[in-house]
């Protein structure tokens, strides 16, 4: 755990609800295409539409994604699970109600491991399935948001969604571990490739629970809901800022009313949506078109040893193997480049040079050229024959560097054909750089002086007029050792 978040005798609990859209072909219910930026109420039919009379139908491609997330998650899988309805009146539900789970969810109890230097584990209550609703568009309003739009109006896109709804217990003690379980939720849920999960498109969408309690205190108090925070950033800070203004209620003297709050990250300002509902205001009621979901052990079995490796296990490898904390991690939460590694690591048999290149020069190429590592031209096997050559001391960093440059710009260009036409080869051996040490110091007599005087620092800047002289090809290690004892001598 990072430090938890404590102030005048106060310290914070939290709680994440995290919504995934399922990343299937058709809806929960319907066979209407689960497409993100189609043209609007175009992936619409009877069933989402809840005309009278029509039979939802539970996508069992869903049931299947939903129950892989739950086992990664370290969820216990009920044999039984059942859908309720959950009533209520909004434009957004054609139905009146929400096909969702509710005293039977797919996915029960879990625990999830943070790795790392202040690692920690968040209990997970539950994960259970359900349907989105459509998506309103509140015109003319600031931000799109309802308050002050002159109407709204509403997508049906996104109705009947697959939707599973991950709820954590209050165990999460800092904004900032909020942040880091999400990322590594996030990650875990895209490994698997249950979702994209992505922030901006809707996909993955955090809600928090906050609340305040005097320090050592094992009761919970009264806690606030901060909704649809779109990105980790603004998650934080508005956990940070629910925070603040319940301490600043608390030690005013008030109590911290139960209600739904919004987070304006522009402002940093939090304003009421509504008093929060109980859950017996929905009524809640089995589901009487769908059978109950049934899990047989054997299923369960198969579908946990289909598991890839996910983010907690590969960070565990990778500081095993050597790597520091922040580089495991980095490559934790990134399925694509830890593969591409894996891929250079398996060619050069050596992980540590191959992660100092993947973090360095490579991820730079990635950003700069905004490509995810399997659509670069470098493939593995190509940044691995470059690595080998560095290895083998054929080309020095800087060499390398030129070589890695010309490897993104020609995709046909290998590294030992670039080192080849531009004559990069490394300069090494005691005759070829002692000629290269003699002209330099002839050169620099000066300088000369003032190392034996003893003025050591010198030495860097003869170096560097040795590396200068030779085009960048001296072998720098050899060079330093060499000038180091003609000085010396
Ligand atoms: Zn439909």
Not at 34 to 45: K, L
Not at 121 to 141: C, F, N, P, Q, S
């Amino acid at each position: 755990m990072s430090a938890p978040w404590q102030k005048d005798g106060y310290e914070a609990v939290i709680g994440l609800e995290i919504h995934v859209q399922l990343a299937t072909n058709s809806k929960m219910f319907c066979s209407c295409a689960n497409q993100f930026g189609d043209e609007p109420n175009t992936n619409v039919c009877m069933v989402c539409l809840a005309h009278p009379g029509a039979m939802p139908v539970a996508n069992s491609e869903a049931i299947r994604q939903a129950t892989r997330v739950g086992v990664a998650l370290g969820c216990r899988i009920p044999e039984t699970s059942e859908f309720s309805r959950k009533q209520y009146f909004y434009p957004d539900s054609p139905k009146a109600y929400q096909i969702s789970q509710y005293d039977q969810p797919l996915c029960a109890e879990g625990l999830f491991r943070v790795p790392g230097e202040g690692g920690f584990d968040v209990r997970l209550t539950r994960a259970h399935l359900e349907e989105d609703a459509a998506k309103m568009i509140h015109a003319g309003g600031e931000g799109g948001r309802i308050s002050g739009s002159a109407g709204s109006i509403v997508d049906f896109n996104r109705v009947g969604t697959p939707l599973l709804e991950i709820v954590s217990e209050p165990d999460i003690r800092s904004p900032e571990d909020a942040r880091r379980f999400l990322t590594l939720l996030r990650a875990t849920v895209v490994a698997i490739g249950a979702s994209e999960c992505d922030m901006e498109k809707g996909s993955l969408r955090a809600d928090a629970n906050v609340s305040i309690r005097p320090i050592g205190s094992s009761e919970y108090g009264t806690k606030t809901e901060l909704k649809n925070m779109n990105s980790f950033r603004f998650l934080e800070r508005g956990i940070e800022a629910e925070l603040e203004r319940q301490l600043e209620v608390v030690l005013g003297g008030g109590t911290v009313q139960q209600e739904t709050l919004h987070f304006d990250p522009v402002a940093g300002t939090l304003s009421s949506l509504r008093s929060k509902e109980q859950a017996h205001d929905y009524r809640y009621f089995p589901e009487p078109d769908l059978l109950p979901v049934h899990q047989t052990e054997a299923g369960l079995i198969e579908l946990g040893s289909d598991l890839p490796e996910l983010p907690a296990a590969r960070f565990d490898r990778l500081v095993a193997a050597g790597l520091t904390e922040p580089t495991a991690l980095a490559l934790a939460v990134d399925a694509g480049l830890a593969g591409y590694l894996d891929a250079v690591a398996t060619a050069t048999g050596d992980l540590k040079t191959s992660a100092n290149w993947t973090m360095g020069e490579f991820s730079a190429h990635l950003n700069g050229a905004g490509l995810s590592a399997d659509q670069s031209p470098v493939t593995p096997e190509r940044l691995a024959a470059l690595i080998a050559l560095v290895v083998d001391g054929t080309i020095n960093q800087t060499a390398a560097k030129e070589v890695f440059g010309v490897l993104v710009e020609d995709a046909q260009a290998t590294a030992a054909g670039v080192v080849a036409d531009r004559n990069l080869a490394q300069v090494g051996g005691d005759d070829a750089l002692g000629e290269i040490i003699d002209a330099v110091l002839a050169a620099h007599p000066e300088e000369v002086e003032a190392f034996k005087g003893g003025r050591e620092q010198v030495i860097g800047f003869l170096v560097g007029q040795c590396m200068k002289q030779s085009g960048g090809r001296a072998d720098a290690k050899a060079l330093q050792g060499l000038l180091r004892a003609r000085l010396n001598g």
